[in-house]
């Protein structure tokens, strides 16, 4: 069974990240990258005295069953499962021929791999992949046990071989929360986490009909095309708060979109559009919400309510993509973008059950409940 009490702290701060309101907005960079670090830090920790490191099919529907009704006793939404797409084989071993902390040792190099992720550059890692490819490695070295088993039972059943390196690198990642304490791990867990995150854009893009036909053909109307463009992307505010590296991802890949539909023109320019555009904005102040590309939290105050960090200072130019530009890594952006926010871009929630809102500096201004 899982040690609830070795990740106590890690269940505070999952239910203030998931905390009911704010969760389908804060899911994508804030929420699941957080309960699912606290679900591997569980299995970690509680490997110390079952020497496994994965639950088999009953425990983990009663335990993450557990998990949920902790988050929800705690605020978090109470549909954290569908939310973050949590299933109980989340919890299980997959299709890993390793779950024991014994044969997962004599299969890696385990000095060699907590030197890797024992201490990584939140900043670097998603460019150098020095933890990555340490924990890929490892993942491969385990995952080979499978056909050292096939070829004893002279079986030929196997999983898909990147389904299976994926299940290992899960048993990897709890069997390296098991050996740092539940912060560190939380630290490693969420920057790992946040380099899959930042490569790519979340939002789903509506029709562009209206836009075609008010910004095709050379933009004989600029005020009609701003309109629509302006429309269409009040639309892509309803979605979910976005990091900055993740909003320059959706203006390239919207950008791509509305070339191949021949509007060559830059509309962005044209109509004033900004990163801080793709994301939910802050009330009537027109200022877009983007976290930072570092992994973040929110946290909670009993007089002041939920607080997370938002950029507001950094009027980014959204960039118009040239006629052959494919979206470009986040390890060779041409536009700088801050991974923290300044200082006078910490925003503090207060929420309701009908409303959520930001206290920006002495004023305050509202969001409006979008569900």
């Not at 070795?6 to 998931?18: N, P």
């Not at 960090?309 to 530009?325: E, V, Y």
């Amino acid at each position: 069974m899982l040690n609830f009490t070795a990740a106590e702290s890690m269940m505070s701060v999952t239910s203030t990240d998931c905390i009911a309101v704010f969760a389908p907005f804060l899911a994508n960079v804030v929420c699941c990258p957080q309960i699912e670090a606290t679900l591997l830090i569980l299995i970690g920790q509680s490997s110390k005295s079952s020497n496994l490191l994965a639950l088999n099919g009953s425990h983990s529907k009663n335990c993450l069953s557990d998990v949920d009704k902790i988050l929800v006793g705690q605020g978090a939404s109470e549909n954290l499962q569908k939310i973050c797409s949590l299933k109980p084989s989340n919890l299980t071993e997959g299709s890993c021929p390793v779950k024991s902390v014994d044969e997962f040792e004599k299969a890696v190099n385990s000095s060699q791999l907590i030197s890797a992720c024992e201490n990584i550059d939140l900043v670097n890692e998603c460019c150098d992949q020095i933890c990555q490819n340490a924990i890929s490695d490892a993942a491969t070295k385990i995952a080979s046990k499978a056909y050292d088993y096939l070829s004893i039972s002279g079986s030929n059943l196997l999983a898909d071989h990147s389904t299976m390196i994926d299940d290992c690198k899960n048993i990897v990642l709890r069997w390296l929360a098991s050996k740092l304490t539940p912060l560190s791990a939380k630290e490693v867990l969420r920057g790992l986490s946040n380099c899959k995150v930042n490569k790519v854009c979340p939002l789903v893009f509506p029709d562009l009909r209206y836009i075609v036909k008010s910004c095709g053909d050379g933009i004989s109307n600029q005020i009609a095309c701003c309109t629509e463009m302006e429309n269409y992307v009040t639309e892509l505010q309803k979605q979910s708060f976005i990091t900055n590296l993740q909003a320059l991802d959706c203006a390239a890949l919207l950008g791509m979109k509305l070339r191949k539909a021949n509007i060559t023109k830059n509309v962005y320019d044209l109509c004033r559009i900004s990163l801080k555009d793709f994301s939910l904005q802050v009330g009537t102040q027109e200022s877009g919400c983007l976290l930072p590309s570092l992994p973040s939290d929110a946290t909670y105050d009993q007089y002041t309510g939920i607080s997370f960090h938002c950029d507001l200072n950094d009027n980014i130019p959204a960039p118009w993509p040239s006629k052959s530009q494919l979206p470009v890594s986040s390890c060779n952006k041409t536009v700088k973008i801050p991974a923290l926010p300044a200082a006078a871009s910490c925003q503090r929630g207060l929420y309701s059950k009908d409303v959520m809102f930001l206290a920006l500096s002495a004023s305050s201004v509202v969001l409006t409940y979008l569900l």
